[in-house]
């Protein structure tokens, strides 16, 4: 059961929460903006996939830094600086139409979503860290919560998105980056403010021990073959959450003939599923592991996720339905896999918290060009399928993790 937080520490969590729901929204909004973005750059969906790819470099390299020497940091101020990475980075690609015409532009946009990588993966690294090192009686109840919050991210961007660009309007692909932009920087500035504020109360006004171990033994927990299976795990995972979260509502378009907006609206529908999970977990916890719960519902959400490829689109309601179902199921996996690494490396909370952030960046590296080039080819019935089977081996690699655990 955690303790009453003081006012400064609930101002630090909401703080965080506002860094998730920004990272959710920039991440989100590459998908519901496939189509225009891919008309004003004059790009195949190849070519859109490579942008993920690129963002995920610089992702995955700061992952690896940080899972090594993360813990050498003042984490609160690694999340401020990332947080301005990421607003720079969604600004930049938001003013690019004002310099470039149609069909212009493209190099500078991978090199802005580089920035942007590096960003939003400090931010997820260190964010987990910093609840498990500044609320350690608490959470249980504070990481769920935060979580949640990005899952209202990633329920609210593909409205968001629909709502501002105009479709006959390639140019307006820029609007939702530019207002990303301009909320990561007012966060970065909420976020520096209330965590200077906690300072003299956190494991940060002393690093020297710390410091001294990790440089000690950089790479501790990747020396045991239980981190390589979590990672195996989460890598499967995050290409089944990447692959829907880009290219879920082009399958919709395509392969059910939905319109840009019910397209959009069905990545709504899997993440707002998601959002009511993540408030609802932090009560399944308490009750059930955390491993057999992501076995359980891992399977059923994959179910859920196949049945509804599979429906016939004049059955719109139960495609939603199963949509809904799918995104609930999974909903809580991010919170469960952070919570199986940390527990599992309970010293090394920065290190332990990147494992889940190095597979989401390596799966945004490879699932999005790959499934964008399969469909090419196939379709993207056949891609959306390969994505659920991903689900199934992420479920396999807990189970068998655990079970050499208890042998």
């Known amino acids: 059961m955690g303790k009453k937080l003081s006012i400064r520490y609930r101002l630090f969590a909401a703080m965080c929460c506002c860094a998730f729901i920004a990272y959710a929204l920039y991440v989100n909004s590459f998908g519901s903006n496939a189509d225009i973005m891919m008309k004003f750059f004059g790009i195949s969906e190849g070519s859109h996939g490579l942008i993920l790819t690129i963002q995920s470099v610089g992702g995955i390299a700061t992952a690896v830094w940080l899972s090594l020497f993360g813990e050498k940091y003042n984490k609160i101020y690694v999340i401020c600086a990332c947080l301005a990475l990421m607003a720079a980075g969604s600004i930049l690609t938001g003013i690019i139409p004002a310099f470039f015409p149609e069909g212009g532009g493209y190099g500078l946009l991978l090199v802005f979503v580089l920035f942007a ?131 879920m509502p082009t399958f919709f378009m395509q392969e059910k003939a939905f319109g840009h907006s019910m397209s959009g609206w069905m990545s709504t529908v899997f993440f707002f599923g998601a959002l009511l999970m993540r408030f609802v977990s932090p009560v399944i916890f308490r009750r059930i592991q955390a491993a057999k719960f992501y076995i359980v519902s891992g399977i059923l959400s994959a179910v859920c996720m196949a049945a509804a490829f599979m429906t016939d689109p004049s059955l719109t309601a139960l495609i939603v339905i199963l949509v809904f179902a799918g995104g609930f199921l999974q909903g809580a996996h991010v919170i469960a896999l952070v919570m199986i690494s940390c527990n599992e490396f309970p010293d090394r909370t920065a290190s332990a918290s990147a494992i889940t952030v190095l597979a989401f960046n390596l799966a945004a590296m490879v699932m999005p060009a790959l499934i964008g080039s399969i469909a090419e080819k196939t379709g993207f019935m056949i891609p959306m399928y390969i994505l659920t089977l991903c689900m199934l081996c992420s479920v396999l690699l807990i189970w068998a993790e655990q079970r050499d655990k208890t042998v």
């Not at 998105?161 to 140019?171: G, H, Y």
């Open 117 to 247: 990588g590096i960003g939003y993966t400090g931010i997820d690294v260190m964010m987990n860290g910093v609840i498990a090192d500044t609320y350690p009686e608490n959470k249980e109840n504070v990481l769920p919560i935060a979580h949640a919050f990005y899952s209202t991210g990633a329920m609210a961007a593909p409205v968001f998105v629909t709502s501002v660009v105009d479709t006959a309007k390639p140019s307006s692909f820029s609007l939702p980056f530019l207002l990303i932009g301009i909320l990561s920087a007012a966060v970065f500035a909420g976020y520096l403010a209330s965590g200077r504020r906690i300072m003299p109360d956190t494991p940060y006004t002393d690093m020297k021990a710390v410091r001294a171990r990790v440089t000690e033994n950089p790479a501790e927990i990747f020396r045991e073959k239980k981190a390589w299976m979590i990672l195996a795990a989460c890598l499967m995972y995050f290409c089944f959450m990447y692959g829907l979260s880009v290219w």
